[in-house]
């Protein structure tokens, strides 16, 4: 699958905003609103933030600046989504 799957090879920007983020690839862009995230996870490699309990926007870490990964963790805790792997009631 990941083989079929063109937009998964395609270079990423990501622009955290005040917000929530907007993630961009040649083909399709998105702007995702904190409040609008089901829920977010994290381990030791990823960072993923939910758009719905299937759709994940997952960041691998080693990509990632530090800062980033702090603003977009404070941003989700401030939407409500209080605790990583916990959904947004």
């Known amino acids: ?8 090879k395609e270079e990423v920007t990501l622009i955290l905003t005040d917000d929530g983020f907007h993630y961009g690839q040649p083909s399709a862009h998105v702007d995702v ?8 996870d994290e381990n030791e490699a ?27 963790r404070d941003g989700l ?6 605790q990583k792997g916990k959904p947004r009631k």
């Not at 699958?1 to 998964?8: C, G, N, S, T």
């Not at 609103?33 to 977010?40: D, E, F, Q």
């Open 77 to 82: 805790l401030g939407s409500g989504l209080v």
């Open 46 to 72: 990823i960072f993923a933030v939910y758009a719905t309990r299937q759709l994940a926007y997952i960041f691998p870490k080693a990509a990632c600046d530090v800062v980033l990964l702090v603003v977009a």
């Open 33 to 40: 609103k904190w409040a609008n995230v089901v829920k977010w």
């Open 1 to 8: 699958i990941w083989r079929e799957y063109a937009l998964i």
